[in-house]
């Protein structure tokens, strides 16, 4: 049989991938693919699978069954007996420890990997610098890394990555340990240094906005499972299900029964316990008596004055208001339950007062 031939876009395929642990699933028989020069990333809560799923491509892990391709030829396969060594792959990763050595300079850390290979002085040199260069630590070379900041720290264990010139990157929640400022910096760098050089990465977060910020497309994971594969806009504004919708991004979730005679023109209608038609966006699918429909906080429009002859819009009363620095959050009470919006820092509403919510039912997407 001839060797199969890699896909010119399917960089990294894994096909029905589980991990046990004893008689605990962390790794439920996932699929996905990463294309070439592609940024995705593994996005969910503590525990969901997504650093197992990682250290599984790396060959860190031992997968139970399964199949993880690297240019279309299997790294690990249950079927076929396979299961390349972590050091023969060669997908180099960025811990979310760093773990670098603070007995060494910059230089000599960044070059810890070429050395291992027996490279050559004078091409060690030039990759060391080439990498410095990339992650703008060329002045730091002979630095001691103990004497770095956190976010330097951070660049040297990403340059002893990228100095070995790998095809893939793996990330594992690299940017934990930094303040929210430095971590705001550093995500913008690693995806302009990700576009830059082409290079196909698989990151691994629990922090939403992180994933929406850098990712080309996010895998949205829980207990083992995948939930939803997409663009951080197919992510945001279409979630598939509850649990997409409440973990990526504030959203109101409203259940309510099917009223099958409003649908139409695109849209159908549920009527919530309170009588007050949501008109949402029809998802072309047979439905069950009862449905939910997620609406996005910052979808809701707040006003004073009723808007005639619209669809969606009901009577509310603001609960509470918090600043959020540029926003203004208000918690409503409507239909018996609480909806949360966030406005623009004009748009103040004070506490007690009535007002009219308004949502787009373009906004209002019905859930799996």
């Known amino acids: 049989m001839a060797p199969a031939q890699p896909d010119g876009h399917r960089h990294i395929e894994v096909e029905d991938l589980v991990v046990r642990y004893g008689t605990v699933t962390a790794i439920d028989g996932i699929s996905f693919e990463v294309r070439r020069g592609e940024h995705m990333t593994l996005l969910g809560p503590s525990g969901c699978g997504k650093t197992t799923t990682l250290r599984a491509l790396a060959g860190l892990e031992t997968p139970t069954g399964g199949e993880i391709r690297i240019d279309g030829r299997p790294v690990f396969s249950s079927r076929q007996g396979i299961n390349v060594p972590a050091e023969q792959r060669r997908l180099p990763m960025v811990f979310q420890s760093y773990a670098i050595w603070p007995h060494m300079t910059v230089f000599d850390n960044?070059?810890?990997?070429?050395?291992?290979?027996?490279?050559p002085r004078p091409e060690v040199n030039e990759r060391v610098s080439a990498a410095l260069d990339l992650v703008r630590l060329a002045d730091?070379?002979?630095?001691?890394?103990?004497?770095?900041?956190?976010?330097?720290?951070?660049?040297?264990?990403?340059a002893r990555c990228l100095a070995v010139s790998p095809a893939v990157l793996l990330l594992d929640e690299p940017l934990s340990n930094l303040d929210a400022r430095l971590r705001a910096a550093m995500r913008l760098e690693i995806q302009a240094l990700q576009r830059q050089i082409g290079l196909t990465s698989v990151y691994v977060t629990h922090d939403q906005e992180e994933a929406l910020v850098i990712s080309d497309r996010i895998i949205v994971m829980?207990?083992?499972?995948?939930?939803?594969?997409?663009?951080?806009?197919?992510?945001?504004?279409?979630p598939r299900n509850a649990f997409v919708a409440d973990f990526v991004g504030a959203a109101n979730l409203i259940s309510g029964v099917v009223r099958p005679e409003?649908?139409?023109?695109?849209?159908?209608?549920?009527?919530?316990?309170g009588k007050h038609l949501v008109c949402g966006v029809d998802p072309g699918r047979p439905l069950a008596s009862s449905a939910t429909v997620a609406i996005r906080s910052v979808y809701l429009e707040l006003d004073r004055q009723p808007r005639p002859g619209v669809v969606n819009s009901w009577p509310a009363r603001v609960r509470q208001r918090a600043l959020l620095g540029d926003a203004l959050e208000y918690v409503l009470e409507w239909d018996g339950r609480l909806l949360t919006a966030r406005r623009p820092r004009h748009e103040?509403?004070?506490?007690?007062?009535?007002?009219?919510v308004h949502v787009d039912p373009a906004r209002c997407i019905v859930l799996e």
Do not use: M, P, W
């Open 348 to 356: 103040v509403f004070q506490e007690g007062e009535t007002v009219c």
């Open 262 to 273: 409003h649908r139409r023109d695109g849209l159908i209608a549920i009527e919530t316990e």
């Open 110 to 119: 960044v070059a810890y990997g070429l050395r291992l290979r027996r490279l």
């Open 222 to 238: 829980n207990a083992g499972r995948i939930e939803q594969i997409g663009t951080a806009f197919e992510i945001y504004d279409t």
């Open 140 to 158: 730091f070379a002979k630095r001691s890394a103990a004497d770095l900041s956190g976010g330097q720290q951070q660049r040297v264990a990403l």
